[in-house]
């Protein structure tokens, strides 16, 4: 059985940073690619940035994009989020994700993934 499980989030003023860590458990388990996901209250999930597995390519959303860095640990099956100069905007409950099957391009939508943790809460105070 697959689990996804984050940590690292909490309450931070505006303009600080937080680091986001998601460790994947699974016998068998071999992601392609490992993504964040981010829902905030009354809204949708939205993508914020993934990562393949191969060649390590990466794509962020508009919003997140020169603000955070998503990576992946060698030896571990591990993604992480750096998020610098945090905004109220910000404030969600973070989601990890992860896809066992390959394509072609760094996938953006939440149906592209079949696992999900349960989140991390970030909270950006001004």
């Known amino acids: 059985q697959v689990q996804l499980v984050e940590s690292g989030g909490g309450l931070v003023q505006v303009g600080g940073s937080l680091r986001l860590s998601c460790a994947a458990s699974g016998r068998t388990f071999r992601p392609v690619q490992m993504g964040w996901f981010r829902q905030a209250p009354g809204k949708g999930r939205e993508f914020v940035a993934s990562i393949t597995w191969a060649g390590r390519r990466s794509e962020y959303a508009d919003s997140t994009r020169g603000r955070f860095t998503i990576s992946l640990d060698n030896d571990k099956i591990m993604v992480y989020l750096q998020m610098s100069s945090l905004k109220p905007e910000d404030t969600a409950l973070y989601y990890c994700?992860?896809?066992?099957?390959?394509?072609?391009?760094?996938?953006?939508?939440?149906?592209?993934?079949?696992?999900w943790g349960q989140g991390t809460q970030v909270t950006v105070s001004s």
């Open positions: 994700a992860a896809r066992d099957w390959s394509g072609s391009r760094v996938y953006h939508g939440s149906s592209d993934y079949d696992y």
